[in-house]
């Protein structure tokens, strides 16, 4: 098993920065992908951005790009979420995932293993 805790979340206003963090543990040989998920209130969860093991490939949602950024760091397990230029719109509970096929997965099944998330709210 691997477990994802999530932590970095928080309110800030319209314009500004965050940076979300996701440490995995347990069996964290298994993992190749990991990745980031948000869900706002009433809306369905959606995929926001990925990294493979090595970082060298990189997926992101079209309502992200140029503002958000993934990072890894394999010797400490971690998967990082840079969020610049923030937008209301961009309030959600964000989760971590992560996953063992050899791939970099864009869909929720393509994920093993999730955090429990952590909030994100953008005030304007």
């Known amino acids: 098993q691997v477990q994802l805790v999530e932590s970095g979340g928080g309110s800030v206003q319209a314009g500004g920065s965050l940076r979300l963090s996701c440490a995995a543990s347990g069996r964290t040989f298994n993992i190749y992908a990991m990745g980031w998920f948000r869900q706002a209130p009433g809306k369905e969860r959606e995929f926001v951005a990925a990294?493979?093991?090595?970082?060298?490939?990189?997926r992101s949602a079209d309502s992200v790009k140029g503002r958000f950024s993934i990072s890894r760091d394999k010797a400490k397990n971690s998967v990082y979420l840079q969020m610049n230029t923030l937008k209301p719109e961009d309030t959600a509970v964000y989760y971590c995932a992560a996953a063992t096929g050899l791939v970099v997965p864009t869909i929720e099944r393509g994920y093993d293993y999730w955090g429990q998330g952590t909030q994100v709210t953008v005030s304007s």
């Open positions: 990294i493979s093991r090595g970082g060298g490939t990189t």
